[in-house]
């Protein structure tokens, strides 16, 4: 079982970025591919991205692309997401946790941390 624990979050102004991290300790976090998820007050759990074990196959949510990176660093078992250009839409807590690509569903063993919040304002 690996354990992932979401930080970085925090208020931005519209337009602004943020670079969130997912930390894993255990020793197989380098053999799963890790999503990234967000909820938002009254809304549901959506997929923002995702990234396979190597880091060499990236997914985002259609919302995303072009503002959102997603890079992982094995020898760190730290997965990160970098969030530029960010809009009100986005604010929403921050979830990481083990999936499946190319799709970004998670795994039947997944388990949500605590995530971390991002809010943007107008």
């Known amino acids: 079982q690996v354990r992932l624990v979401e930080s970085g979050g925090g208020l931005v102004q519209a337009g602004g970025s943020l670079r969130l991290s997912c930390a894993a300790s255990?020793?197989?976090?380098?053999?799963?591919?890790i999503g990234w998820f967000r909820q938002a007050p009254g809304k549901q759990r959506e997929g923002v991205s995702c990234?396979?074990?190597?880091?060499?196959?990236?997914y985002y949510a259609e919302s995303v692309k072009g503002r959102f990176t997603i890079s992982r660093d094995n020898g760190k078992s730290t997965v990160y997401l970098q969030m530029n250009s960010l809009k009100p839409e986005d604010t929403a807590i921050y979830h990481c946790?083990?999936?499946?690509?190319?799709?970004?569903?998670?795994?039947?063993?997944?388990?949500w941390g605590q995530g971390t919040q991002v809010t943007v304002s107008s």
């Open positions: 990234i396979s074990t190597d880091g060499g196959n990236t």
């Open positions: 946790t083990t999936v499946r690509v190319p799709h970004c569903i998670p795994t039947l063993d997944h388990s």
């Open positions: 255990g020793s197989i976090f380098r053999i799963n591919a």
